[in-house]
């Protein structure tokens, strides 16, 4: 299937959502494949809602991309969401304001605090999800559908862009000058919160600069985890 093909089937499946479980929403965090997306609700003028979660630790270059987003589609609102002030306090005093590097359980109560919290008032409301997650990105993403059950927000979920290769992700981006991050031109591939993000090498995975320290079957902040 070329790109054209799954560009179709992209927006079939955006077209479905909007009609058959409407309120439903999309998350951007401003990935590129978000911002195909992005592109895709507001060149169509698909009425799905998009939202993002400023975690309070983003990279400077993701709130530039913010604004830029906010410039490009003026008919397109990102609503933001921001996690609760007191359980971040509560955190940071207890635990320590870098405490994620110190294990695993510590890293994902930074991670719930900061991105699951927020969520769930993000998608309180509505009958379904959308997300940019594509199924070459990690070992943890190979066995997802374009259509879930998220049992943990009882809901559906689709990943439209599940079978997209990287290539064809940055085809889109520069055939239809989409604004990016500038941190994919350093060699960030995914970019998630800036304590947690660093470049990769040549040849790593693409998931290899998130939460680098862990083992890659446990690199999932809890957003996408199965329940």
């Given amino acids: 299937m070329d790109l054209e093909q799954k560009l179709a089937e992209t ?51 993701t709130y530039d991309l913010m604004a830029k987003v906010r410039e490009s589609y003026p008919t397109t609102q990102v609503v933001t969401f921001f996690p609760n002030a007191a359980s971040v306090e509560r955190y940071v005093n207890q635990s320590g304001i870098n405490a994620f590097y110190e294990s695993v359980e510590l890293r994902k109560e930074c991670c719930r605090i900061r991105k699951l919290e927020p969520l769930a008032r993000a998608l ?3 009958k379904a999800w959308i997300t940019g997650l594509r ?24 990943n439209p862009l599940l079978e997209w290769t990287e290539k064809e992700v940055w085809a889109y981006i520069k055939g ?10 350093q060699f960030y591939p995914s970019i998630g919160c800036a304590p947690c993000t660093r470049s990769v090498s040549l040849g790593e995975d693409v998931r290899s600069g998130r939460w680098w320290w862990e083992n890659p079957e446990f690199k999932e902040c809890g957003l996408h985890a199965k329940h």
């Fill in 11 to 61: 927006l079939a499946v955006l077209r479905r959502v909007e009609a058959e479980f409407s309120p439903a929403v999309f998350a951007n965090s401003f990935g590129a494949e978000d911002m195909v997306i992005t592109d895709l609700i507001a060149k169509h003028g698909l009425k799905i809602e998009v939202f993002s979660l400023d975690t309070g630790r983003l990279p400077a270059e």
């Fill in 124 to 126: 309180a409301g509505k």
């Fill in 135 to 158: 199924r070459e990105q990690s070992p943890t993403r190979t066995d997802m559908a374009h259509q879930e059950w998220d049992d943990g927000n009882a809901m559906a979920k689709f």
């Fill in 176 to 185: 239809n000058q989409v604004p990016y991050n500038k941190l994919h031109d």
